[in-house]
């Protein structure tokens, strides 16, 4: 027996809140495109994302420690699956789309450069005079323009509703605006779930991360109020923090985020009473979100990260390698852009030559742009 695509749509309508958005329904694709026997529209957009070149290339970018500093550290990929399966998770549960959660999940982050946060500032800085660099505007020029697998049209033809989610990630330290889509009304269901799936699961694991390379102590958490409740929760008193104390407390912790993230969303959803997409999208605030009282235990959190994990001297001193190397590739392609490779370099003769440079050099991985770097100025290389 097989269910066709006819039939997992019904099981869409059957099943879903009737303010989720269902591929049956969807606004299409720019490109038409008949659709798959077995899989809806968002499942056929999570496929191709996950099947790009720039979701690969994810293995090896920097979340907070940079390729090279150890295996264990999460990367943009690792970051990018544990968000799908915290969407996923919040989708379910609020009756929301499963499949278009997830493909907007999987395409936060296509299009972050290398070294993370400290990569994405020093792109910004050089592009200044251009418009700037974004990696959530990045992401969606990925899907749109630079992904090339498809011999009729540029990008990976996702649906409107993907695209859309895409372009309205939004976060307290990123907000894109994005020509071509449609910023009067608010993100949907699905988008503002894998908004806050990804400030969850960064804020977690970044912990944990910082944790076990031993930049953060659990005696410097003990005045943190998200902590200690945790750690209350656990019966865990102190001392030496193990490995598998601190995975169950990481875990205890997402637990936690995630049963306040559906309690408070759930009560706005009887609140506001939405009938359709259009009625989530047409709210004043999103649906979305943590109790008051969650979103100030993560505004501490957020706050002691930023000062004993991202300004770390050990963080610090990767990201201003980081800065180093980024800057010194774009004034040397700059310089001479002939040295691109051929498919960048073909785009020279309609494109201002910095978008280019910049698109190249976000595509790098970190070991790749440690590679180029090597080679422009090693000359032993």
């Known amino acids: 027996m097989h269910r066709s695509r006819s039939q997992l749509e019904q099981q869409e309508l059957d099943t879903l809140a009737p303010y989720a958005l269902f591929s049956r329904h969807s606004r299409g694709r720019l490109h038409h495109e008949s659709e798959p026997r077995y899989r809806t529209a968002f499942q056929r957009d999570r496929d191709r994302i996950v099947h790009c070149a720039a979701f690969r290339l994810l293995e090896y970018k920097t979340q907070v420690f940079v390729n090279d500093a150890g295996d264990y550290f999460r990367t943009r990929l690792t970051h990018t ?3 799908a399966q915290i969407g996923r998770t919040l989708a379910r549960a609020l009756g929301g789309n499963e499949d278009l959660v997830e493909a907007i999940c999987l395409a936060h982050d296509l299009g972050h450069p290398p070294f993370g946060h400290a990569g994405e500032d020093i792109l910004n800085q050089l592009m200044a005079d251009c418009g700037g660099f974004n990696h959530n505007h990045q992401s969606f020029r990925v899907v749109t323009k630079l992904e090339r697998r498809y011999p009729k049209w540029k990008g990976l033809n996702l649906t409107a509703e993907t695209l859309e989610g895409i372009a309205k990630h939004e976060t307290e330290y990123d907000i894109s605006h994005l020509s071509g889509i449609e910023m009067e009304t608010g993100a949907s269901l699905e988008a503002q779930i894998a908004n806050i799936a990804d400030e969850l699961a960064y804020n977690a694991h970044d912990l944990d991360d910082g944790l076990q390379a031993g930049l953060i102590r659990s005696e410097q958490l003990q005045d943190l109020d998200i902590w200690r409740i945790v750690t209350e929760r656990l019966g865990w008193t102190g001392g030496a923090l193990d490995e598998v104390d601190r995975h169950h407390v990481i875990r205890e912790l997402v637990g936690m985020q995630v049963d306040d993230v559906l309690q408070n969303s759930a009560g706005n959803i009887e609140r506001a009473q ?3 997409s259009l009625d989530v ?6 649906l979305v979100s943590h109790s008051e009282r969650q979103q100030g235990h993560n505004r501490d959190l957020k706050d002691f990260l930023l000062e004993n994990m991202y300004r770390h001297y ?10 180093h190397i980024l800057q010194a590739l774009f004034t040397g392609y700059m310089k001479e852009p002939r040295q691109l490779p051929d498919d960048f370099r073909a785009r020279l003769a309609k494109e201002e030559t910095e978008r280019v440079v910049a698109d190249y050099i976000a595509s790098l991985t970190d070991r790749s742009a440690f590679l180029e770097y090597r080679q422009f100025f090693d000359p032993k290389s």
């Open 81 to 83: 699956l544990e968000v």
């Open 274 to 276: 939405p009938r359709s």
């Open 281 to 286: 999208q047409q709210q004043s605030q999103p």
């Open 314 to 323: 050990r963080i610090l001193r990767m990201q201003t390698r980081a800065e």
